[in-house]
């Protein structure tokens, strides 16, 4: 594998589920980001962690929950969404926290029904 | 408000002709600039990048300019491409500070 990359590519969930994305990046980068983007709308930065510690929440509700284990790996813990949280949910990483040229996973459309 | 705008969601061209894809910004601290190409289904690719220090950077058939006084910034290719069509994002930084991103302008380029 090479780049970034993101499981699963699609997800359907009801509100009620609990379900986690998973990111890795295979290009030894020391910093990872969640962003979410909406219909018609730009990318909205969720969550920025650099070597595994999380030093941004960009107001994200508490139903989105990140986890960063290692320096290559990035989750993002799903419970009780809500419909208006359907969106592409993409995984960058970047060698320096907000240096350099951010990196993008395929992302996972999520439909919460 | 929108600190970064695309203002043309789409824009046709027919290829070996040119594309000229442009943004606005409002924040003259911004020194980072950059474009991403996002094809369907794939996460946005980088592509091409400019300093605040410079006013245009060239790779192949992308160009980017940066007018700093009007602080916009575009994205030439020439000659466009079938493969070119896509969803162009710019995307902009202060300095240690987060990327934001424009809405996007979708490329379509006809044979």
């Known amino acids: ?113 | 408000d929108q600190q970064v705008k695309q203002n043309s969601p789409s824009l046709s061209v027919q290829e070996g002709r040119i594309s000229i894809l442009n943004c606005d910004y409002t924040n003259s601290m911004f020194d980072y600039f950059l474009w991403y190409k996002k094809y369907p289904a794939e996460g946005p690719t980088f592509l091409i990048s400019i300093s605040s220090i410079k006013d245009k950077n060239e790779d192949g058939r992308f160009t980017v300019f940066l007018n700093k006084s009007a602080k916009h910034l575009s994205l030439h290719i020439v000659p466009s491409q079938p493969g070119d069509s896509a969803v162009y994002f710019c995307a902009v930084r202060l300095v240690g500070g987060n990327l934001i991103f424009g809405k996007g302008t979708k490329l379509s380029v006809k044979p």
């Open chain 1, 1 to 113: 594998e090479t780049g970034v990359t993101q499981t699963p590519r699609h997800l359907v969930m009801g509100m009620t589920n609990k379900k986690s994305l998973k990111c890795e990046q295979h290009l030894g980068h020391n910093a990872m980001y969640w962003y979410k983007q909406s219909a018609k709308k730009p990318l909205e930065l969720m969550f920025v962690y650099s070597l595994e510690e999380r030093v941004e929440n960009n107001s994200v509700p508490s139903r989105f929950s990140p986890e960063c284990p290692n320096s290559s790996h990035l989750f993002l813990h799903l419970h009780t969404l809500q419909p208006e949280d359907s969106a592409l949910y993409l995984c960058a990483s970047s060698q320096g926290v907000r240096r350099g040229t951010q990196y993008f996973g395929p992302g996972t459309r999520l439909t919460v029904l």
